[in-house]
């Protein structure tokens, strides 16, 4: 079992940043891939940025140019830089790990919630 720990969410002004960070109870080093999804009231949850092992990134295109994910492989941190945040931007924001050969085993954090304020 895997414990993802965010932290970071909070209430922001149109056009600020925060930072998410996400912290797995297992070491990352072989994770196959890590990432973070956004679910806002009403709407399903969605893809916001996943990661690799090997580095490469995805963006949803709503993010891209916004957001920067990265990692801390010696702290098992994930992080979601987002700058220019919107409105739209708001949502709990959920950390996703996926461990292991094959299809791997999901594991998901219990949420952070941002707030962007026009």
């Known amino acids: 079992q895997v414990q993802l720990v965010e932290s970071g969410g909070g209430l922001v002004q149109a056009g600020g940043s925060l930072r998410l960070s996400c912290a797995a109870s297992r070491s990352i080093l072989n994770i196959r891939a890590m990432g973070w999804y956004r679910q806002a009231p009403g709407k399903q949850r969605e893809l916001v940025v996943t990661?690799?092992?090997?580095?490469?990134?995805s963006y949803v295109d709503s993010v891209k140019g916004r957001f920067t994910i990265s990692r801390d492989i010696a702290k098992n941190t994930v992080y979601l830089q987002m700058n220019s945040l919107k409105p739209e931007d708001t949502a709990v924001y959920y950390c996703n790990a996926v461990y292991g050969l094959g299809s791997g085993v999901e594991y998901w954090g219990q949420g952070t919630q941002v707030t962007v304020s026009s």
């Open positions: 990661v690799t092992n090997g580095g490469m990134t």
